[in-house]
């Protein structure tokens, strides 16, 4: 079991810059890759990036590529996500995930552990 708990969320101007962590329990965190989600009020969950086991491999919504950066510190069990140049509809719940399988996907279904969310406005 792993538990995961996102933090660095908050209100940011256009073209601002915020950096996500979530931080993961137990010694297993280098087994699972780990992805961010988004979900804006009455919207569905969408994804956003993801980043395999070693680090080696990373994936993008189409819609934060150039952007944003996942990374992670597996000594630290925690993993990041670097959000530049924001936009208001960037705005949203921002979830960590991680994932026992080494199938790249964007679907939120095939993730395993769920932090609780942080929030992350963007607006003037």
């Known amino acids: 079991q792993v538990q995961l708990a996102e933090s660095g969320g908050g209100l940011v101007l256009p073209g601002g810059s915020l950096r996500l962590s979530c931080a993961a329990s137990?010694?297993?965190?280098?087994?699972?890759?780990m992805g961010w989600f988004r979900q804006a009020p009455g919207k569905e969950r969408e994804f956003v990036a993801r980043i395999s086991r070693n680090t080696f491999n990373t994936l993008y919504a189409d819609s934060v590529k150039g952007r944003f950066t996942i990374s992670r510190d597996n000594a630290k069990n925690t993993v990041y996500l670097q959000m530049n140049s924001l936009k208001p509809e960037d705005t949203g719940v921002y979830y960590c995930?991680?994932?026992?399988?080494?199938?790249?996907?964007?679907?939120?279904?095939?993730?395993?552990?769920w932090g609780q969310g942080t929030q992350v406005t963007v607006s003037s």
């Open positions: 137990g010694r297993t965190f280098s087994s699972y890759a």
């Open positions: 995930a991680a994932d026992r399988s080494v199938v790249s996907t964007t679907d939120p279904k095939q993730y395993d552990y």
